[in-house]
């Protein structure tokens, strides 16, 4: 079976705080020679409840890599299983530090992004003081986790276990202490 992952970094308003969440949506039986735009048009289609707008208000990431919504998975060497991060506009203009992030996984090769990620996420590592010891059952413990984290791009298994033993497994807020924004 043929299918793609989206991992959906949105923001939802409750009455008492906003909340920055992602949500994995899965397209099966998915033709991997059409554009991600048309791609992004049967994920609209099978999600009616989330009121997507057109691919265009969308940043589609691939390992840290943003991709052309004019290209196929195919030319974009997105496998089968991949999952690409979806963050909307909105939130890229408004938040600095992503905004910033964003303009710098696009005025860089992949191979300066992956340096100069991995000196940040061993200098977070060195200098955030971690008292979770990390035990061989807890890669099996965080499998899953750990599988979605290296399809982002973050390819640190070390790094990426140590967040999610800090989070308690939650994604969302691992991504963010990999980040630093925890």
Not at 99 to 104: D, P
Request: hydrophobic fraction near 35%.
């Amino acid at each position: 079976m043929t299918e793609v992952y989206f991992e959906y970094l949105c923001t939802r308003k409750n009455k008492y705080a906003e909340i920055k969440d992602t949500e994995q949506l899965c397209l099966e039986d998915i033709d991997f020679k059409l554009t991600l735009k048309d791609i992004f048009e049967t994920l609209k289609s099978r999600y009616l409840n989330y009121n997507f707008k057109t691919a265009e208000n969308y940043h589609f990431i691939y390992l840290g890599e943003i991709c052309d919504i004019n290209k196929s998975l195919n030319t974009l060497n997105i496998p089968v299983n991949g999952s690409i991060m979806m963050l909307n506009n909105k939130i890229t203009t408004n938040n600095v530090f992503i905004s910033n992030l964003m303009k710098f996984f696009t005025s860089v090769s992949s191979t300066e992004i992956e340096n100069n990620l991995n000196q940040i996420m061993n200098n977070t590592i060195v200098n955030t003081p971690v008292n979770l010891e990390i035990q061989e059952q807890d890669y099996e413990t965080y499998k899953e986790q750990l599988i979605t984290l290296e399809n982002m791009g973050f390819i640190e298994k070390e790094t990426n276990l140590h967040s999610l033993k800090r989070t308690g497994g939650d994604i969302n807020r691992a991504v963010e202490w990999i980040l630093g924004l925890d």
